[in-house]
């Protein structure tokens, strides 16, 4: 380029469309500077005009400065095409692409006088060509990546077609309006059809939220947008268009909308009560161990939780930068107070690298220290990648953007314009997003902790103590539905007036000052009646962003059950002491392994012969030394190691009691003491001492075998004198049979004899040989009752019954009798005529022996009575004598065999004490009975019976 000095140089300069400076050859200042060189220099015109060319541009002076010389010196232009120049513009550093030229301008004489700085920037063209091969693979990986469907539409909407999966334009052609219909949900075609119609009339950019139906028919949402791109004139050539699914931020955003209804109290609640997500709870205590983890941190470790609690960090396999982080955080918030919020990356078992955000929370005691520290952790890498892919399509976007513009180099302008619009609704959006996830972690944090949390939590608002949220854990506490939100605390649980807590909760609200309590007891009603529970709770104020109170919350710990059963566990065991200390029972309780006496009654330590005071709380064999070494020690210890329940019964043991050594006879048990998870915890002993029984039992056993023994004796002494019976009736047998022969001739003999003396004149012969008649005939008697009762005793007597008239016989008996009986008067009251059948010579024995006996045993001169009466089918015979008479004692034996009655009357009366005895038989044996009564002195009557019909046996 060949310039000449003078005025048209300087129009030139002036007019150009290319920025120009024309400095002095020499002193380098500018001379001329047109508008367009200041716009690129981004300086003001004083800086450059009339002043030393480097004092403008000394940022660059060490670039070019020899260059600029060199141009001086050799006449030779110097070409810069689109270099890199760092510029302060308007007082900021830019880079930019500059293609310059310097170039020497010289006079007439061929001298160089000027230089003129040529200078065209192209910042954009090279920013844009470099994009256009980044941006070509940029979008064929977008398009391969991302949900949203990229595409472009014809001018008037009818044709749309989108873009494949190498990034371009596929030629579908595809007809719009079935497409839509297809697509839009019908609730919103009418919306979606105003929208398309204001953009295309209004040639702006397209951009709506609308209703969708998605591939499986479920409605959906979607963000569209597209961009018109203009020809010179104005007109629409195409419009090229994303539309993303917006399903779920559109959900989310109807979530926040909610959120977002709620007081700003709320959201300040909300970070009062924040530690985290649902997602990975724990506590740990001060010394890091965990003493907490819930389900997900449990199947996250794969552990179960005996075997992850009581266990610190390392143990539970967390790395040693890990674990060394969190105790490093717990120390601090021990110190601090503080809550402590981070996040952290680290990979996962089972799904890679994962990000998490933790919350440290400081437990606090009933003092206000630090007890334990609550984390609870949350999985947000889902949302990191959100998060980036956001980021990354906005960038992606913009590329397009600017492809576009790129290629379109005419409607550079317009492209420009909207790629601002684009970038600062790219910048809206992703600050609603960081909006919207703000709100949503610290919504979906609250509702999870407060629904999830195990324990009760309830957050009322106001003095009057309204509830804002309570969630399932207190309402299944206070036994109600969900219906209380809203209501007051009083309105809620007017069980509560009078037990402290309205004050309590009043209190808290007016100083601002929290309350604890423990192992409380609050009476509430569940089920339609007051029922008491135990608590530990803890009422915390709730400030606003003033600092006042606004509300409180209320968290609480169920301990009920504990209580109670701790309760019961002490009631039962003062029960049984109780019951120990007043059993009639010797009785105690030996705890533990040394068998320590904890509770001893009065009666077992008199048994024991030792001082209630000296044997409690002493192992047991310490207190008894004396009881060592009887093998109770081993039955002690087995009872207390398996349980099983040892008895004794009369066990002697040696004791020193009172300081004598006795021995003792016991009855024990020993029986297994459990707790109330069954596990042995001592022996109770119950003792019963039994020394006086044994040895009252050992006498009476003595004197029993004593006894026995005298028995024996008398047993065998009647043997003998059985056996001496026996022999007596045996020779009496003997005897009797050896006497009957001798008799029964001498019976014929004296008979024949006295037959013929009766005839004789010697009355004297006469007279003897009839008393030798009677004494043989008495004799004859006494023989035959000997050899009868012999008989009987042997079994021999038989009776040869038949029929007879008894009155006949007891007449003939008499006529013989009177023959030997003549003192007597004899009288005989007759019966009708019965006939019997009995053994008449028997019979007639027996009348026989009653009227000798009367004979006998009465006085000489006396009556005697015989008579025969019947009643009902028997006939009695009596024999009444006015005699001696019987004693009582006397009458029930007289029919004994050789029973006789002993006194000085009897004794001169000769008889053997059989007659009786024989009789009494002979009637049994005819089924009758026989009977005496008799008055001692006055006389005796002597009666048997004998039956008419005969049943009698023989
Ligand atoms: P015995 O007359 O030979 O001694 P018994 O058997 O006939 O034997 O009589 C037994 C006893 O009964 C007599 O010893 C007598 O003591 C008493 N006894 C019997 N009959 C009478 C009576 N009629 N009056 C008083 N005592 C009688």
Redo the contacts with the bound molecule.
Sequence with gaps: MQLTDGEDLYNTVLHAPIGICILHADSLVAEIVNDKFLEVAGKPYEALFGRYYWDAFAEAQPFYEAALAGVVQTGEAYYADEVEWMLIRHGREEVIFVTFVYAPVKDKSGKISKVAVWVLENTRQVNERRAVTANEERLRALVTATSDVIYSLSADWQVMRQLDGRGFLKDTHEPITEWRAQNVHPDDMEKVNAAINEAIRGKKIFQLEHKVLRADGSPGWTFSRAVPILDVQGGIVEWFGVASDITERKEMEEALREAKERSEQQKRLYETITSGTPDLMYVFGLDYRFTYANSALLSMWGKTDEDAIGKSLLENGYEPWHAEMHEREIDQIKATKRTIRGEVAFPHATLGKRIYDYILTPVFDEHGEVEAVAGITRDITERKQGEESLARSSEELQAINEEMATSNEELVITNDELLQIQQQLEEETSEKQAAIDRLETSEQQVRSIVAAAPFPIGVYTGREMRILMANQAILDVWGKGSEVIGKTYHEVLPELAGQDIYQQLDNVFITGEPFHARNQRVDLMVDGRLQSFYFNYSFTPLHDADGQVYGVMNTAAELTDLVLAKQQVEQSEENLKAMIAQAPVAMCILSGPDHVITVANQLIAELWGKPQADIMNKPVFDALPDARGQGLEEVMKNVYQSGETFYASELPVSLVRHGQPEVVYQNFVYQAYRDGAGLIRGVIAITIDVTEQVLARKTIEQSEAELREIQRRLEAELDTSKQVQRQKDDFIGMASHELKTPLTSLTAIVQVANTKLKQSEDNFLAGAMDKANQQVKRMTTMINGFLNVSRLESGKIHLEKQDFDLELLISDVIEEASLTASAHVIHFVRCAQRPVNADRDKIGSVIS?FIS??V???PKGKNIKIACTTKDDRVIVSVK?E????KPDDLDK?FDRY???ETTH?RHIA???????LSSEIIERHGGKVWAESESGVG?T?YFSLSLTGTGSD
Excluded: C, E, P, Q
């Design positions: 022996n006996n009367a006998k045993y009465s004598d005699g001696m008479g019987i007289i029973y006789r009655v009897t008889g053997f004490g059989i007659g009786l005895y005796s002597f």
